[in-house]
């Protein structure tokens, strides 16, 4: 039997039926919820974190809430509680997630019971994840028949798409896929938004976004509706999302992770290209995952990868961190240094050592201007061209990636071969920077401390500049973001002396109120050089240990 | 005190004026040769290996004939020998191939014997590489001050240009450089001619090609002016000059060693890029070049390199080796079908696995279809070009290339896409095909062996089908040649029967004629999966052991 071109049914064609159509193919998923969810306002509240305290039962909110998960994973081994009842209860709370935040695609209600009542079935549990209950992206595919991805374009919805690489590897591990999640149109925006479901919000606060494009990741880890998803990252969509809703997030260098299967644009252009990676609500399932991606190989099935094992870092000496505090384009917001400070001092305190990393003379506004012009080399005719083929409207965020930076246009072959030549240029540049500050005082720094944005989540609309995640993109160096604290009123005013730089400088200057962003989860980030991505998670326990945690 | 744009005096323009100006050059470098080169003939013999006994002293024939790389290093290491006498050994029958063979583009007489006074007044011998005479393919740049570099583009002649990061390394290691080698027009054609120096001729027949693009090595090392070269592949450029003159030769996976600084066209372009490698007399030498070139960590240097040390590898039960008989577009030469029989049954004779690697379901006409589209994706664009400034003409191999391919055109930015994602198709197709072949009897192949080439080295102006290199060049695998035999009129006749299947098979079979090429090594190749570089090397020792050799 041959897979069909499209799931669409006849008579749906338009953009607007088209929507119509995912969003009933989402709706019915939901309906399957099964007790229905009940409790919910008609009219939702500003914050959506009390929900589950009235929608969800005591024992949902125990298996969603109370393990991490490491210790979910110990209980699910030890057949202490069956894999079905823990994905019930995740279902549930994903429905509930939706509800509050338009985070979900399509809830995978019977394929993720069935998978559960299977592996409850199995005379012994097995796999590195087994019983899991693991959120997904839309756009990177799914298991199973029947499946439909979409990747926020219009033109693709009800497109045949099936597995991929990834999800087949975390699958054999014994995994339950149980909710796909929502990304911006075309997954090019730091926030959520997109014209097959509109906005994604955050479930702290649904005036403020929960980040992107892994937006939708973001707000079901934001809700623990999700306790380990997985993301993407071309210019900071695992990180951003991670960091607005405080949880644990990784983009590992390119080629650790294959990306074979997913649906994408401009398949085939090797300029610049995304990354799959975690985001979690714990520190160590970040490389249980990066354990479980790797554990099969996957570079004698997709040859492009980069064979290295997953081998866990060791530091012989104390750590030396680099805190690099702003990076000489954007000024990040009070809480984002005061999170530094807190940080740095924690470390200090630790016995580790702690510089300064002077990104000023390492231009990052070069970095910006390369990357803007990677990521769409074609001018987004590709793009634009599906979505004027089924008449889909270009929504603010994307049009500012698309249209708006004077850097994204048509490039000619060798224009383009020009802007790689500068990126390589660039990358042996900070390459060198990074061994000249070790030969300064003998000793190699470790990592990078950074923000990861230049403010906690931000209001709708306001992601313009990424350039503190995407920097780690141009440069392909990994990074992983964590939790440090919330914004506070009365520690976090306006730095009413500042002077602001320049006119990406002064929109974000003039965006940050405290009483805006207060309460919201203020993250960091660390880095550290190309393909040291077991380093980064070693340097991150190290440093979440000195800041007192376990 | 800045470096000037050009080392040209004024009145040097026209292409004729810049090549005598380059040749000139060379000249003056050949003209410091002391004592004078005597006795060589006014009209040179068909084959030039008889010369050396009559030209050089007996010291210097048994310091460049006596002893292997590794023999050599322990007498320099030793200080058994002066570096100095080792080098002006060389420099004086690098001056003799070049007579011989028109391999030069330039004699480092004064640098190199100043390079080896400095290392002989060293109180300690110290480098992978102490003393050892090194020659180097002119593109790659070369260390030191006034160097002029112009990759056979007339346009580039008198172009100041300074080293790479690999010749940096080797440096470090105590080489000696010595001697920079000819490469075809545009360094894109399996044999070395070029408008610039003319044709370099196969040492050992004058009517041969040594191959290319790397042909000025070839021929050094055929004629043992050279034991350690460094050559560059991109569709088989190390491993056709190494095959044609019975040495051995090695293409590393990319991004094991860096072309940073080398002087290329196209920079920036990913599709498809060239890899240095050694060639050498020796086979061990392919492994300790390898040492030598990752054993500083260039990876921290250049970003782009995968952070691989080199790690020798051991197997654990003898060898399970797939012979690829022909590829399925042209029939090998029956030397080379000899040489396949005899490695075979000495392989099967030592306990090895021998099995069949059947290429034509695995349509490598498809990949010759796709590297011959990536070679050049402007169509050339760039650098004829190049050539168009200055007048310089297209040679008929470079027009074969650039003109007569139905398959190079400029590409837009979305074909080129579309064409990487076929070379990636492809690749993944491979890697399945390994492991479907390793599925049927359960056990892993460890390499293929093939021949690397469809013939020994042939007439001028016939190497049209690079099919036998360039495919490992579309996969990324890396590939080792090495000789086997030699072509017989009594073991090799023609094949009457066979009938050719296409035209360019048919070709390749009419150019057959055993007296053409009798006497001329036959090499043959091994080649593994992406990455397994160390693996090929392993097995090419394990190869020649059940050959007999040591």
């Known amino acids: 039997m041959s897979t069909p071109t499209t799931f669409l049914p006849d008579g749906v064609n338009t953009c607007e039926e088209r929507v119509a159509w995912a969003r009933d193919r989402r709706d019915q998923s939901l309906a399957k919820v ?29 298996i969603t809430e109370k393990y991490s998960v490491t210790e979910l994973l110990a209980l699910l081994k030890g057949r202490k509680i069956s894999v079905e009842e823990v994905t019930r209860a995740f279902l549930r709370r994903a429905a509930l997630a939706q509800a509050a935040t338009n985070c979900l695609t399509e809830l995978l209600w019977d394929q993720a019971i069935a998978r559960a009542k299977e592996l409850d079935s199995l005379p ?36 045949p798409h099936g597995s991929n690489l990834l999800y087949d590897t975390l699958w054999e591990q014994g995994c339950v896929f149980y909710a796909r999640t929502t990304q911006p149109q075309w997954i090019m925006q730091l926030e959520t938004d997109s014209v097959v479901y509109g906005r994604t919000v955050h479930p ?26 997985v993301g993407g990252d071309i210019g900071g969509s695992i990180r951003c999302p991670a960091a607005h809703v405080g949880v644990y997030g990784f983009k590992p260098t390119l080629k650790r992770i294959s990306v074979m299967g997913a649906r994408a644009m401009m398949v085939g252009k090797e300029t610049l290209v995304s990354t799959p990676g975690p985001m979690s609500v714990e520190r160590d399932a970040l490389e249980l995952f990066m354990q479980a991606a790797v554990s099969t190989k996957p570079w004698l099935i997709d040859p492009s990868l980069t064979p290295l094992p997953w081998t866990p870092h060791q530091f012989s000496k104390p750590l030396k961190v680099a805190v690099m505090w702003w990076d000489g ?121 950074c923000p990861p944005n230049f403010g906690a989540a931000t209001p709708h609309n306001q992601s313009r500049y990424w350039g503190y995640t995407s920097h780690w993109n141009v440069l392909d160096w990994p990074g992983a973001v964590f939790p440090v604290t919330h914004v506070s009123i009365e520690k976090d005013p306006i730095d009413t002396s500042y002077v602001p730089k320049n006119e990406e400088d002064k929109f974000v200057y003039e965006m940050y109120k405290p009483e805006v962003f207060v309460d919201m989860p203020v993250s960091l980030q660390v880095v550290a050089r190309r393909n040291e991505d077991e380093k980064v998670l070693a340097a991150l326990k190290l440093i979440e240990q000195a800041m007192g945690r376990p």
Chains 1, 2 share one sequence.
Not at 134 to 153: D, L, Q, Y
Not at 354 to 372: M, R, S
């Open 329 to 449: 384009v954007v000024q990040p917001h009070p809480p984002m240094t005061r999170a530094l400070k807190e940080v740095a001092d924690a470390c200090r305190k630790a016995g580790m050592e702690v510089v300064d990393w002077d990104a000023v003379p390492l231009d990052h506004a070069k970095g910006w201007e390369i990357i803007t012009g990677l990521f769409f080399p074609d001018g987004g005719e590709e793009a634009i061209k599906r979505a004027e083929e089924v008449g889909e409207p270009i929504l603010p965020l994307t049009r500012l990636v698309v249209h708006d930076q004077p850097n994204m246009k048509h490039l000619t072959q060798h224009e383009l071969w020009d802007l790689c030549r500068r990126r390589d240029e660039y990358r042996v540049e900070y390459a060198r920077a990074w061994r000249e500050a070790t030969a300064a005082d003998g000793r190699e720094i470790d990592v990078i401390l």
């Open 204 to 229: 702290s606060n649904n005036k403020l976004s929960p980040g992107g494009s892994s937006g939708g990741e973001g707000a079901m880890l934001g809700m623990r509706a999700s306790i380990l998803g």
């Open 34 to 62: 099964e007790p229905k969810l009940e409790g919910i306002p008609s009219e939702l509240p500003q914050n959506s974190q009390g929900l589950a305290q009235v929608v969800l039962t005591p024992r949902e909110i125990e």
């Open 124 to 159: 012994e549990p097995k796999g590195m994840l087994f019983g899991l209950p693991i959120s997904t992206k839309e756009h990177h595919g799914m298991v199973g028949p029947n499946v439909t991805t979409h990747a926020s374009f219009v033109a693709w919805i009800g497109k």
